[in-house]
C-alpha cells in the first residue's frame, strides 16, 4: 500500500507533529505501508530524506519558526504525483495542507483520512488576541466541523480530544490512535554530558521543562512556579529547551530569576536532548493545550520523575500507572510537588522506575499496525463510504 502524507510543518522544525510524522513513517513501513512526504522547505539546509517532497515555503507572520507553503508550487508538487498509485491520503495539519490533500484525494479517487493533532481553538486565542475568546472560538469551532467533513475518517491522539471533537458535532468516524514511542527513545541519555555542556554544576537540583517555547505551553505559570520553589531549594535551575514565538516574552519574565533559569534552545534529538532529559531530577509540565503530550513519554522513557498538570490530551497519559505526580494548576500545589521530589531520593527513584515501565507499553510499533489496519479498512470500503472508528 502507498499513501500520500500532507503536512504543513516538518523536521527541521521541532515539535509534536513532526515527531509523530516520523514515526509513524517509519514503523509503518514494517507493516507493509510506504509512505510519501509533502512538507515545507525551511530556510535551513535539509537533510536528505528518503520519500520526502519539499515545497517552496514564505515565513508566517508572527512566528519566525513556521512556513506556509506556496499554493502554486504545492499544487505542481502534486500533479507530479498523480501517476503514483496511491492508494489513500493522510493530512496532518489544518491549514493549506488539508485543503490541497483534499483537492488530491478527489481527483484521484481515494479515501482521505486526517489526524487532529492540533487544539486549533486553544492556539487561535494566543494568536490573535484582539478577537474576543468568545468568537474565536465558535469560528474555531466551526472551522474544525468543516474541515473534518472532507475527510472519511479521522484519528485523534487522545480520548479526551475525540470528546472535544463529538463536542463540537462532528460526525466523522474518530479512532482514538496515539503517537506511540520508537525504540530509540529508551537509548540511555548521559546526565553528566548535558550538565557539562550547559554549564551547569554536577549537582545542581534541575527543574526541566522541554517543547516548544510557545505561549500557550504555558511556561509562564512554570516560572511563576519557580520562584516559590527557590524559597525551599536555593540551589535549583529551571532548565527551559526548546524554542518558539514566546521566548523572548519568557526570557523577560524569568530575568529576576537571573542564573537559577536556563534557556538552552533547540537540542539534537538523538544525543544531547535525551541527555537532557536524562540530568532532569524533575520534569515539570503544564500545557492546557497537548492533544496527547508525547514529551511525558519520552521524560518517562529517560527515567526523568514528572510533576505535570493533567489538560485535554496529557489525561490519557498520566493514569495512575504512569508514576507522575498529578497535580493542579496551583502555583502553591505545584511548587510543593517539586520540592518534595527534589528533596526525596527514594522517591525520585520509584518514579523513575515506573516511569519507564510505564513508557515501555506506548510502543509505536503497535500503534502504526493499527494505523495501517485503518488505512487498509478505508481501501476496501465502497467509495464514499465511511469507516466505523
Same mark, same amino acid.
Given at each position: %500500500? +502507498? &499513501?500520500?502524507?500532507?503536512?504543513? &510543518? ?36 535539509? /537533510?536528505?530524506?528518503?520519500?520526502? @517532497? ?12 513556521? *512556513? ?20 489513500? &491520503? ?15 484525494? +478527489?481527483? /484521484? ?31 474555531? *469551532?466551526?472551522?474544525? =466541523? ?10 485523534? $491522539?487522545?480520548?479526551? %480530544? ?10 466523522? $468516524?474518530? !479512532? @482514538? ?55 525551599? @531549594? ?18 523577560? =519574565? ?6 537559577? &533559569?536556563?534557556?538552552?534552545?533547540? !537540542? ?19 500545557? *492546557? ?16 520523575? @514528572? ?44 518514579? #523513575? ?5 510505564? #513508557?515501555? /507499553? ?28
Amino acid at each position: %500500500m +502507498r &499513501v500520500l502524507f500532507i503536512s504543513d &510543518v516538518y523536521f527541521p522544525r521541532v515539535n509534536g507533529v513532526s515527531t509523530s510524522i516520523r514515526t509513524f513513517r517509519e514503523d509503518l513501513l514494517a507493516h507493509g505501508v510506504e509512505t510519501q512526504l509533502i512538507a515545507p522547505r525551511y530556510a535551513e539546509a535539509n /537533510t536528505a530524506e528518503p520519500g520526502i @517532497v519539499r515545497v517552496p515555503a514564505a515565513g508566517v507572520p508572527r512566528d519566525p519558526e513556521d *512556513r506556509r507553503m506556496r499554493w502554486g508550487a504545492l499544487k505542481r508538487a502534486l500533479e507530479g504525483l498523480t501517476g503514483g498509485g496511491f492508494d489513500l &491520503v493522510h493530512i496532518h495539519t489544518p491549514f493549506i495542507a488539508h485543503y490541497a490533500g483534499v483537492r488530491f484525494a +478527489r481527483r /484521484t479517487g481515494v479515501p482521505c483520512v486526517a489526524t487532529y493533532h492540533t487544539f486549533f481553538e486553544e492556539y487561535l486565542h494566543h494568536y490573535l488576541p484582539i478577537l474576543p475568546r468568545r468568537i474565536g472560538a465558535a469560528l474555531a *469551532r466551526s472551522f474544525t =466541523r468543516s474541515q473534518c467533513d472532507d475527510v472519511r475518517a479521522l484519528i485523534a $491522539p487522545s480520548e479526551p %480530544m475525540r470528546a472535544v471533537l463529538l463536542e463540537y458535532g462532528v460526525t466523522t $468516524p474518530i !479512532l @482514538v490512535l496515539p503517537t506511540g514511542l520508537p525504540a530509540d527513545r529508551f537509548r540511555a541519555g548521559d546526565p553528566q554530558a548535558f550538565r557539562a555542556s550547559a554549564g551547569i554544576a554536577p549537582g545542581t537540583p534541575l527543574v526541566t521543562y522541554i517543547g516548544r517555547v510557545a505561549h500557550e505551553k504555558n511556561i509562564g505559570f512554570l516560572i511563576e512556579m519557580f520562584h516559590d520553589v527557590l524559597r525551599q @531549594v536555593p540551589q535549583a535551575m529551571l532548565v527551559i529547551a526548546g524554542e518558539g514565538p514566546a521566548r523572548g516574552a519568557l526570557e523577560a =519574565r524569568a530575568a529576576s530569576l537571573g542564573e537559577h &533559569v536556563r534557556f538552552v534552545g533547540y !537540542l539534537d534529538r538523538d544525543t544531547a536532548l535525551l541527555d537532557c532529559y536524562a540530568a532532569a531530577n524533575v520534569f515539570a509540565f503544564a500545557s *492546557r493545550t497537548e492533544t496527547q503530550g508525547l514529551v511525558l513519554l519520552e521524560a518517562m522513557a529517560q527515567g526523568a520523575p @514528572v510533576v505535570s498538570t493533567a489538560e485535554l490530551g496529557t489525561r490519557s497519559i498520566l493514569t495512575p500507572l504512569s508514576g507522575a505526580l498529578v497535580v493542579p494548576e496551583d502555583r502553591a500545589a505545584f511548587a510543593a510537588a517539586v520540592v518534595r521530589v527534589l528533596g526525596d531520593a527514594a522517591l525520585r527513584a520509584e518514579l #523513575a522506575q515506573r516511569g519507564r515501565a510505564y #513508557a515501555r /507499553t506506548w510502543s509505536s510499533s503497535a500503534m502504526a499496525r493499527r494505523l495501517a489496519e485503518l488505512y487498509a479498512e478505508l481501501r476496501s470500503a465502497p467509495a464514499g463510504a465511511r469507516v466505523p472508528a
